[in-house]
């Protein structure tokens, strides 16, 4: 089983010129596509808006978000909640109902470029019948942060089964 998530790191400056206490520029980076880019690059060019400014982040700063993950979140968890204890929601810290949580084997992987995917990987053994339908990446084997929670349809798991997952997060 493979999931795929994009982190979507992006960056925004603002800039503030300031001559005898008054401010008299200012800048801020905009979206690079979308509907709100269109409208902020036709409202400079009608020279009404002062917020836009080209940036980027570079590969190198990806690759050290991605290898943050790698380093950091080395714990992989599994419960049986389907999202009914706890619905997935961005706030949660932890899985609904957690049965197992096992050290994970973290690399680097190639998406749209060299290193820029965090890759984590856990087996897990089974002595008796488990319906397992969530996952977590985590940074202590007990407790801890909890970076990302996904649920699925139940995986039933007999004694002697063995499970591995593999999550992968795509910094871009």
Known sequence: MSNVERFGVHDVIEAYQYRNGK?????????????????????????????????????????TVSTYLKDTYVYMGIGTDQGIILPLANTNTALGNQTDRQSSSNTLTDTN???????????????????????????????????????????NMKSGDTLTLVWKIVVS
């Open 23 to 63: 401010l008299i520029a200012a800048r801020k980076t905009g979206p690079k596509s979308g509907w709100k880019a269109v409208g902020i690059r036709l409202l400079k060019a009608l020279g009404l808006g002062a917020y836009w400014a080209d940036d980027l982040l570079t590969q190198v700063g990806i690759v």
């Open 113 to 155: 470029f060299t290193n820029d995917t965090s890759r984590m990987e856990t087996t897990f053994s089974f002595s008796g019948d488990v319906a397992v339908c969530e996952s977590g990446m985590f940074t202590l084997v007990s407790g801890g942060t909890m970076l990302c929670r996904q649920t699925f349809d139940a995986l």
